[in-house]
């Protein structure tokens, strides 16, 4: 049974760098499979950051592609969020998740971390 | 402001059959990419609901169904239960935008 978990601070300042790390048991990550990030916010509801596979090829929502990276550490199992210049509109509860791909390239979430609230402040 | 367009809340009681829909446009669901929907509890992991339009992964109860018809999707629930009452998203991909959402549906049992 795979089990994603969320590790990072609970505030960032503003125009800082919000850091987080997923860590994944039950399951390699090199074995294969996309892992990713997702966001929710009262505003905004759901939003897809990126994901990345763990060979470290990755894709970004483009609104965020500026301010993003998404790395892998598959000798920890991990992998991570970096996001720069970071504003109020940040603030929103973060999930790491695992991504089930199809042919055409869209994929979907088959298995999610609890989330971790994140709050951008000054 | 969300790409796919859900209704903000709905209610039915126990018992109950409840249908919440997910609409799209040509760029994402009309041009053939597949829907999914997540359930959101406070305070627990999301859950895939339903992948591929109408696939349930193991352990999903066969009182959840979706569909998919032209630009637009559905997520039925019949039967609803206590334990139905959540947000539910939808979701699908736009090859400009990558992974899109609806702005989720809070479903509240009567």
């Known amino acids: 049974q795979i089990h994603l978990q969320e590790a990072g601070p609970g505030l960032v300042k503003t125009s800082e760098t919000l850091s987080l790390t997923c860590s994944v048991s039950g399951y390699s990550i090199s074995t294969g499979y996309y892992w990713g990030w997702v966001r929710r916010s009262p505003g905004r509801g759901l939003q897809w950051i990126g994901s990345?596979?763990?060979?470290?090829?990755?894709y970004y929502n483009p609104s965020l592609k500026s301010r993003v990276a998404l790395s892998v550490d598959t000798t920890k199992n991990q992998f991570s969020l970096r996001l720069t210049s970071v504003t109020a509109a940040d603030t929103a509860v973060y999930y790491c998740a695992r991504l089930s791909y199809d042919r055409r390239g869209s994929f979907w979430f088959d298995s999610w971390g609890q989330g971790t609230q994140v709050t951008a402040s000054s | 402001q969300s790409v796919l367009t859900q209704p903000p809340s709905m209610s039915g009681a126990p018992g109950q059959r409840v249908t919440i829909s997910c609409t799209g446009s040509s760029s994402d669901i009309g041009a053939g990419y597949d829907v999914h929907w997540y359930q959101l509890l406070p305070g627990t992991a999301p859950k895939l609901l339903i992948f591929g339009n109408n696939n349930r992964p193991s352990g999903v109860p066969a009182r959840f169904s979706g569909s998919k018809s032209g630009t637009s999707a559905s997520l039925a629930i019949t039967g609803l239960q206590s334990e139905d009452e959540a947000y539910y998203y939808c979701q699908s991909f736009d090859s400009n935008l990558g992974g899109v959402f609806g702005g989720g549906t809070k479903l509240t049992v009567l």
């Open positions: 990345v596979f763990h060979r470290g090829t990755s």
